[in-house]
């Protein structure tokens, strides 16, 4: 069996697990930060397998699941290590979504982030009334929303958890206390921030005294997170959500010294996890018939997922294959065309289900077969096919809607895992803080030690205009104790008429999450392809704007025959972070397989 633990057996000493697992244990090397792809290891197993977006993260997630732990279980000890080793894109101090098959059905764990109580559907705009700039809202305390990771966790583990929730943070909180290594990937990101410096607790720990970031290999160290891992260890959530960590929170959002927010430590102390149903629609690829499962609304992405997937079954999509390892001119076209489509959907129904009703028939209206055959015809196929260049929203049978479309917005951020545990068991979790480094805002639990957590600017999700410019509302509008629109997208596929499962996958990447997860649910049920192939796929995509490609992937005759058809292509550095299992056949018997992204340094690691 082919597997990439024993290719890291050098690095990684794989003791039994207790509270001095990360003293025994070996940095594995981190893959440099250059976009581009290269060929990791695939990673075959029979028993259990993790992918996360760091060696470190993954090695806890395969111990835990090689001492008998759950998918849940790993799923834990995996986000802790994550909150210490990549802060730029995940943590306690943000939201996740949290997809889980439980060996009969498929459950969604919403840690979305909320809205304060005290906000209003003004928070972004300016004394003009016009929409604040990006960075002027998402730099201090204004963006930060009630962090919902511990609790949502928290509520999964009293449900699933096999190991002691205690023992979850043991990885984490050893290694926050003995150090780990800056990757290349955190030094670059590092090196490139302009924002984090201004806050004097990140400033400290991230760089040195003459403002350099901390170099590559430089053990650093965080003992306050490890303080607060050791209370949430003990206390569960409510060690950070109340008391003296909660007043902290508070006090960094609410006393930032040019952009406040209006956190409260009510805000905190109320915040609640949900248990959501999961969004499930039918598929078909090559003859074969499957159920595609992801997260609901307040999360637009199994809905723009399942609807590009549904629509390119609608289209000539289904018989054009890869051309020398490439999706063509003719596939990519129908692709951004179906992406406009759906986009155009989520601007104009999408938002937190508890504030906004959805279309007639349901969420699951929008993923109607006759609704999307509807929707197909408006996308040109054949000789005289032409780039609609901007879609506009559809109107399933019977729907009426009170809400104007979003404008598109910037979105940035969040990290991917994807979980087997030995009786086959998955978690797909998607988690952010939203943009790189959140709010640039590090709260320190206990006084007098180094380190800390970023906080969130996770409302940023949120429509800055709250109204068009008839003052008709939109629904992804802010509105208190309300959860932002997000684009996380956790997915798994199962085998329609055994229910077996097949996938689980997600990546980070912020509106382009749902491109980056379509292109590799796509690679596996209609190309054939590895998890490996399809993730190493280049990236391609369409906002209900320009289609653009990832740069330096696709040849000119592919750009040219793109801007023939009328499509405005631009080329951008589309670093996806995906991860993803598979269930293939080896040998005659099942086994899982695994890729992780090669433009990031994620790693898969199985049994």
Known sequence: ?????????????????????????????????????????????????????????????????????????????????????????????????????????VEAFDGRETAPAAASEGLFLKADGKPMAFYDAVVGGRAVGAPGTVRMLEMAHRQYGVLPWAALMAPAIDLAENGFKVSPRLHAMLKAEIHLKKDPTAAAYFYQADGSPQEIGHLLRNPDLAALLRKIASQGSAAMLEGDVALAIVDKVRQHPSNPGLLSVSDLAGYRALKRAALCHDYSARDKHY?????????????????????????????????????????????????????????????????????????????????????????????????????????????????????????????????????????????????????????????????????????????????????????????????????????????????????????PGGALIIHFVSKTIYGLLNWGLTPQESIALPNFASLNGPSVLEEKRFPAATLEALNARGHEVREANMTSGLQAIARTQAEGSPTWMGGADPRREGLVMGD
């Not at 969040?414 to 979790?429: E, L, Q």
Request: with cysteine; hydrophobic share 40%.
């Open 291 to 507: 159920r595609i499962c992801g997260f609901p609304p307040p999360s637009s992405g199994a809905i723009a997922v399942g609807q590009i997937l549904g629509l390119l079954n609608q289209t000539q999509a289904a018989e054009l294959p890869l051309e020398n390892g490439l999706p063509s001119a003719q596939w990519l076209h129908l692709y951004t065309e179906a992406a406009r489509l759906a986009f155009a959907d989520r601007a104009q129904y999408l938002g937190d289900p508890d504030f906004v009703s959805p279309p007639e028939g349901g969420w699951v209206g929008l993923l109607g077969p006759a609704y999307l055959a509807e929707r197909a015809k408006l996308i040109a196929q054949g000789p005289n096919e032409a780039s609609m260049k901007t879609a506009k929203p559809g109107l399933p049978a019977g729907a009426k809607t009170v809400y104007a479309p979003m404008a598109e917005q910037v979105e940035y951020g969040t990290s991917h895992v994807s979980i087997v545990d030995g009786k086959g068991h998955s978690v797909a979790m998607t988690s952010t803080i939203e943009d790189a480094f959140g709010a640039r805002q590090m709260v320190q639990s206990t006084a007098g030690l180094a380190g800390g957590f970023l906080l969130n600017n996770e409302l940023t999700d949120f429509s800055f205009a709250p109204r068009d410019g008839n003052g008709n509302p939109i629904a992804n509008r802010v509105e208190p104790g309300k959860r932002p629109r997000s684009s996380m997208a956790p997915t798994m596929v199962f085998d329609k008429a055994t229910g077996e499962l097949l996938i689980s996958a997600g990546s």
């Open 1 to 105: 069996m082919h597997t990439l633990r024993l290719a890291l057996a050098a690095l990684i000493v794989l003791s039994g697990y207790n509270c001095t697992w990360a003293q025994q244990y070996q940095t594995p090397n981190s893959t440099d930060t250059n976009a581009g792809v290269k060929s990791p290891l695939a990673t075959s197993a029979k028993r259990f397998a993790v992918a996360a977006a760091n060696p470190l993260a993954t090695a806890a997630g395969y111990q835990v699941l090689r001492d008998g732990g759950s998918a849940v279980d790993a799923a834990i000890a995996v986000q802790m290590v994550l909150t210490l080793v990549e802060p730029q894109s995940s943590g306690i101090g943000g939201g996740a979504f949290m997809l889980h098959f439980n060996g009969s059905a």
